[in-house]
T-cell receptor
Framework: DAEITQSPRHKITETGRQVTLACHQTWNHNNMFWYRQDLGHGLRLIHYSYGVQDTNKGEVSDGYSVSRSNTEDLPLTLESAASSQTSVYFC????????????FGSGTRLTVV | QKEVEQDPGPLSVPEGAIVSLNCTYSNSAFQYFMWYRQYSRKGPELLMYTYSSGNKEDGRFTAQVDKSSKYISLFIRDSQPSDSATYLCAMSAQGGSEKLVFGKGTKLTVNP
């Protein structure tokens, strides 16, 4: 069965370290998205991609970067982790056409200490 | 004004009750409307999808869109404890596969 997986599920890191969160999907979806979810803010878009070599900034992109070298993966990198980046991160993917909505991963809970 | 407003609740109802969840929005270009359900410590999952105005029914769930009022609703009939979750509305101007704008979510608890 097709799926979207995120790793790790939980991570604790120190302020200033570079951290990469992985997202891998086997749906063959062109569109991929990264959101963070915080109490009181809901889901906020960090970065998104509509295909290989395409990346775009979302509403809260400062301090984050992504790259898309193939269809399956969209890793999210925190260049220098800050305590304000403690959050739950969700990756999602969708078809480029049609009324399919998003398929979400199970999330990565990141704590920056 | 936020693009999408959703009452965060929490909402607590007895089993068997009819539940009404709502979102308002400000962007008149939105045409695609979705409801996602999120269980604790899980990713959101697509529950209902509607295009433009009107109603859509799926089992105990009914989604309504009133574009003239910029108001969408999700009704749950005969609510069950398994419906306890956070419900997020989401919408887009260009299609459900494009960049979505989410409400903050309403936390629902159905008590047995």
């Amino acid at each position: 069965d097709a799926e979207i997986t995120q790793s790790p599920r939980h991570k604790i890191t120190e302020t200033g370290r570079q951290v990469t969160l992985a997202c891998h999907q086997t749906w063959n979806h062109n569109n991929m998205f990264w959101y963070r979810q915080d109490l009181g803010h809901g889901l906020r878009l960090i970065h998104y991609s509509y295909g290989v070599q395409d990346t775009n900034k979302g509403e809260v992109s400062d301090g984050y970067s992504v790259s898309r070298s193939n269809t399956e993966d969209l890793p999210l990198t925190l260049e220098s982790a800050a305590s304000s980046q403690t959050s739950v991160y969700f990756c999602a993917s969708s078809e480029s056409t049609g009324l399919s909505g998003y398929t979400f991963g199970s999330g990565t809970r990141l704590t920056v200490v | 004004q936020k693009e999408v407003e959703q009452d965060p609740g929490p909402l607590s109802v007895p089993e068997g009750a009819i539940v009404s969840l709502n979102c308002t929005y400000s962007n008149s270009a939105f045409q695609y409307f979705m409801w996602y359900r999120q269980y604790s410590r899980k990713g959101p999952e697509l529950l209902m999808y509607t295009y433009s105005s009107g109603n859509k029914e799926d089992g105990r769930f009914t989604a309504q869109v009133d574009k003239s009022s910029k108001y969408i609703s999700l009704f749950i009939r005969d609510s069950q404890p398994s419906d306890s979750a956070t419900y997020l509305c989401a919408m887009s101007a260009q299609g459900g596969s494009e960049k979505l704008v989410f409400g903050k979510g309403t936390k629902l608890t159905v008590n047995p």
